[in-house]
């Protein structure tokens, strides 16, 4: 009886397509070492999982991820799916520790310098924000690197091949929330904020009365991107929509020519030279400890970095690959000499304000109420539902500094165009963990976070030693320019004046921290910047491109390294000129486009 059941009949089928066609899933380093590959993908992250998977629809090719964090599917990761739970993650196993150096215009404080350490890499811990800027970021890329295949009608068709709208987990009706012919149809879910929050309405509602900067824009996926709208964010029926879980999790059946290597660390290429002729990059040596025995790998095709705006200048470095003066002082000897590796670092600071609201529907309960807490997890783990279903903000505004704003007589306009905006606005609907004010005793709040999304401070990536395991100095340089600290000023002002709007009567109350915007000086403001900015994590540009031929930069346009052969960085390390928007769709855009790239190099399906 029980073998003519079609449920049984499909356990064996799914058991023998699982065992016999997945992609093998190592731990060790031993269980790859003697093996050889087309590719080597360093990073199983944000880029990494989707080259793993174009790479390996032809079934010829064979490819080894090697990731230095766990499986997605950990239970130390399960709070990684879970989209409300996105900022608890920070120092927890999925993440790599790291911190800034002291900042000198944040009061010489170290920031905390997140990325994560797990399959799915920054995408599986980022707070889930989902947007790809405007058109004019990826036109001004194709003009700095002389190469028009990055402009938007370009790339456009990878835009469509990472993503799809989807419902939101409360099944609310999205239609009139977006604009359909502007989405794709990739494997990366996105939605919309699922709990019609309080904030959002009031923030929404006063849009679209406003006139100016803050007015109401349909999509700020199509194109132009200034004004507020709903945020877009990066989660499918209340889940994560990773990396991990949109590009590598469908190939656990049915992908045999992949094999994945976790917890281990790629700790230098391997390089032959000879005379006359550039070097070339022949594998990659894997260690999981400091001192552990080391097992090399080699390449037929090329080794690809897709290890971060750290690891993959790290790996560089750590290979010769990089300043030749500061590898001397290390004990590293120079392959070959490309000054711009770790530098030219990009991130957008942050700073969070907070006002008390006359509301009880917001999130602030949730974070004093432990029961509260307990029965949303339980809603969350049962039906994937209620509010750990959402992301923390469900609205944003993107703005411009007015065009006669005093910085502009000094300074010239740092963003993509007149459809790029300076400064970005995030409203969650209750007191933000993302700050460094602790969480008052009692109130209801909304939370407008700040950020500077046209940065011009420039910062670095060193090593500390020559030993792969030890922590590199990262000095993002927060705010050292005048432009930023201007910007930071401006945004929060224009924010108060915002929030004057008629729509807000009789909801928004005082703001915490009264800055003495009235008092005609900035001090207040600017000290209030200087202790409270931390990053909202988009680091970017340490291995940035540049035209063929250029003296400065790192890779060509076709994201391969100058100088030598074989070897191609695909992550968010090699983004030119930082958008003016959250970066983790531009990097899947970076990543579709260098598959397609590859792909087209070596002829593959
Ligand atoms: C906390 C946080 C919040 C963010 N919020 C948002 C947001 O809301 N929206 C948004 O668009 N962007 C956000 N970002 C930024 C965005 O997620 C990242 O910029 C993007 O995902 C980076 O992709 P990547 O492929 O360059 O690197 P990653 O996704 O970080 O991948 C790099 C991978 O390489 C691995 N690795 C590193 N070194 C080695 C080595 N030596 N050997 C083997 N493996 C190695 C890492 O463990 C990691 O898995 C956030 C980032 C963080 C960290
Ligand atoms: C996951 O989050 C819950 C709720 O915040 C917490 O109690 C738990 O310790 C977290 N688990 C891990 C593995 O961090
Ligand atoms: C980050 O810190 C957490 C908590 O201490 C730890 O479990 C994790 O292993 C650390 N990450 C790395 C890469 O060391
Ligand atoms: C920050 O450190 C620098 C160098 O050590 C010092 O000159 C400066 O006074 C410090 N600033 C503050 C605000 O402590
Ligand atoms: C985008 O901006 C351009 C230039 O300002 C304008 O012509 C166009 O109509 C805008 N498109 C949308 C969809 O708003
Ligand atoms: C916490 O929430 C529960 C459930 O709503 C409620 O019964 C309890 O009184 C609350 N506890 C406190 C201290 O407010
Ligand atoms: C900029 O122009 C607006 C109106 O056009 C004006 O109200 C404002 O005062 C001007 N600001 C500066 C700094 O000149
Ligand atoms: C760099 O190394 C020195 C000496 O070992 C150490 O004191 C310092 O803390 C290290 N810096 C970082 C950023 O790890
Ligand atoms: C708070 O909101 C209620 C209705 O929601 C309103 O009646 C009341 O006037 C508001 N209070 C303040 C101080 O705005
Ligand atoms: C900034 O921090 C300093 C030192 O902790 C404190 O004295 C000052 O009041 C703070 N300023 C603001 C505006 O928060």
Wanted: hydrophobic share 40%.
């Amino acid at each position: 009886m029980a073998y003519s059941s079609p449920y049984l009949y499909f356990v064996i089928l799914y058991v023998l397509v699982y065992y016999v066609n997945a992609f093998n899933l190592y731990t060790s380093p031993a269980d790859v070492g003697n093996k050889s590959y087309d590719f080597v993908i360093v990073g199983g992250g944000t880029a990494g999982c989707v080259l793993a998977a174009r790479l390996t629809e032809d079934p010829g090719v064979r490819v080894l991820v090697v990731e230095a964090g766990g499986d997605n599917h950990d239970p130390d990761a399960l709070n990684t799916t879970i989209p409300f739970l996105a900022p608890t993650l920070a120092n927890s196993a999925v993440t790599w520790n790291f911190t800034t150096t002291p900042q000198q215009e944040l009061q010489n404080r170290s920031v905390a310098f997140e990325r994560g350490h797990v399959l799915g890499g920054s995408s599986s811990v980022n707070v889930l924000a989902y947007q790809r800027g405007s058109d004019e970021v990826y036109d001004r890329w194709a003009r700095v690197v002389e190469d028009d295949g990055w402009a938007w009608k370009n790339v456009r068709r990878y835009y469509l091949r990472n993503s799809r709208i989807v419902p939101p987990a409360d099944g609310h009706s999205i239609t009139g929330q977006f604009i359909p012919s502007a989405h794709g149809n990739g494997p990366v879910q996105v939605s919309f904020d699922n709990r019609h929050d309080v904030s959002n309405d009031f923030v929404l509602g006063a849009a679209k009365m406003a006139t100016d900067t803050h007015k109401f824009r349909l999509d700020l996926n199509a194109g132009n991107f200034t004004g507020t709208s709903f945020l877009q964010s990066s989660i499918g029926s209340g889940i994560r929509s990773s990396s991990a879980t949109a590009y590598l999790d469908p190939l656990r059946i049915g992908r045999e020519n992949l094999d994945v290597l976790i917890g281990t660390r790629a700790t230098k290429l391997i390089s032959s030279k000879t005379k006359g002729k550039s070097p070339s990059i022949e594998g990659v040596e894997l260690g999981q400890t400091k001192g552990s025995a080391c097992v090399s790998v080699m390449t037929k095709k090329e080794v690809i970095l897709s290890a971060g705006v750290i690891g993959t200048p790290m790996i560089l470095q750590l290979s010769g690959i990089g300043p030749a003066a500061q590898l001397k002082q290390l004990g590293i000897s120079t392959l070959v000499d490309i000054p711009d590796v770790g530098s030219n670092l990009m991130d957008q600071p942050f700073a969070a304000l907070y006002w008390f609201v006359n509301s009880s529907q917001t999130w602030d309960e949730y974070l004093r109420n432990t029961t509260i807490e307990a029965e949303d997890l339980e809603e969350w783990k049962t039906k994937h539902q209620g509010l750990l279903a959402g992301a923390s903000a469900g609205s944003v505004s993107y703005v411009r500094l007015p065009s006669n704003a005093s910085i502009f007589k000094t300074v010239p306009d740092p963003s993509a165009g007149l459809e790029s905006a300076h400064v970005e606005m995030l409203y969650t609907n209750g007191f933000s963990r993302l700050g460094l004010i602790p969480f008052p005793d009692k109130g209801n709040f909304m939370t407008v976070e700040h950020v500077v999304v046209s940065p011009t401070s420039r910062g670095s990536v060193r090593l500390n030693s020559s030993d792969p395991f030890a922590a590199p100095i990262i000095d993002p340089n927060y705010l050292s320019s005048e432009f930023d600290r201007f910007a930071m000023m401006a945004g929060i002002r224009s924010t108060f004046d915002f929030l004057k709007l008629p729509a807000f009567k009789g909801f928004i109350g005082e703001p915490l921290v009264d800055l003495q915007l009235d008092s005609g000086s900035d001090a207040t403001l600017l000290g209030y910047i200087r202790n409270n900015t931390v990053t909202v994590n988009h680091g970017c540009g340490t291995a940035r491109m540049s035209p063929v031929g250029a003296d400065w930069g790192v890779l060509d346009p076709n994201l391969k390294v100058k100088k030598v052969n074989g070897l191609r960085v695909v992550d968010a390390s090699s983004i030119v000129l930082i958008p003016e928007t959250h970066i983790q769709a531009p990097t899947y855009i970076i990543a579709e486009k260098a598959a397609d790239m590859i792909k087209s190099d070596y002829r593959l399906r």
